[in-house]
C-alpha cells in the first residue's frame, strides 16, 4: 500500500518561512504521478482544515482563503515527493500539517474525505 512521509516542520517566529515535504513509497501497480495530492493541518481542539491541493500534473491547485498567496503547494512526480512551500507564517498557522493522497482520481478537493492514505503529520509552530 502507499506510504506517505512528511518532514521540514519546525518553530519560526511570525514573517517567517518553512516548506514542508511528503515524500511517497508504494507497492506495485500505483502511480503517483495519476492523482491528486493535498495538504491539511489540524490544532488541538479544532477541526481539521483543507489547506491546498494539487492536481497529478501540477499545473491545477486549490488553496484554503486563510493561506492563499501565502502558501504554494507543488509536486515532483520523478521524485514521488510533495511540498508546500509557506511564507509570511503567522502564529494561526501552528498546528499539525498531514499530506494526504487521493488514489481514486485527479479531482481538486480540500475535503478529507476524499483522501485515501495519511502521512503521519509534521508539526510546525509560529510565534509572535
Known amino acids: 500500500q502507499v506510504q506517505l512521509v512528511e518532514s521540514g516542520g519546525g518553530s519560526v517566529q511570525a514573517g517567517g518561512s518553512l516548506r514542508l515535504s511528503c515524500a511517497a513509497s508504494?507497492?506495485?501497480?500505483?502511480?503517483?504521478?495519476?492523482?491528486?495530492m493535498a495538504w491539511f493541518r489540524q490544532a488541538p481542539g479544532k477541526e481539521r482544515e483543507g489547506v491546498a491541493c494539487?492536481?497529478?500534473?501540477?499545473?491545477?491547485?486549490s488553496y484554503a482563503d486563510s493561506v492563499k498567496g501565502r502558501f504554494t503547494i507543488s509536486r515532483d512526480n520523478a521524485k514521488n515527493t510533495l511540498y508546500l512551500e509557506m511564507n509570511n507564517l503567522k502564529p494561526g498557522d501552528t498546528a499539525m500539517y498531514y499530506c494526504?493522497?487521493?488514489?481514486?482520481?485527479?479531482?481538486?478537493?480540500?475535503?478529507?474525505?476524499?483522501?485515501?492514505?495519511w502521512g503521519q503529520g509534521t508539526q510546525v509552530t509560529v510565534s509572535s
Open positions: 494526504a493522497a487521493n488514489l481514486r482520481g485527479n479531482w481538486i478537493s480540500l475535503r478529507g474525505s476524499d483522501f485515501g492514505v
Open positions: 508504494a507497492a506495485s501497480g500505483y502511480t503517483y504521478s495519476r492523482y491528486s
Open positions: 494539487i492536481n497529478n500534473g501540477g499545473g491545477i491547485t
